[in-house]
């Protein structure tokens, strides 16, 4: 599904596609692409146990969109 999906959203010249983190490595990427934006680029204090990681409460009830 995931598939038919990337190919219904592609635009011709545009290499993207989009889709749902479908394991924990998928997660743990988009996590550390949120510390970096947030933390990183615009100076966010996050209150993290893993450094370079931004994880939180409802991390565990969210689906993670990713986008390649």
């Known amino acids: 599904m995931l598939r038919k999906q990337e190919q219904q959203n592609a635009r011709p010249g545009r ?3 989009v889709g749902l983190a ?3 490595s998928e997660v743990l990427e988009a996590q550390k692409l949120r510390y ?4 990183e680029e615009m100076g966010a204090r996050l209150n993290t146990r893993t450094p ?17």
């Open 15 to 17: 290499n993207l596609h």
């Open 22 to 24: 479908t394991c924990e």
């Open 36 to 39: 970096r934006v947030f933390a």
């Open 52 to 68: 370079g990681v931004d994880r939180d409460i409802y991390d565990p009830f969210c689906e993670h969109l990713i986008v390649r």
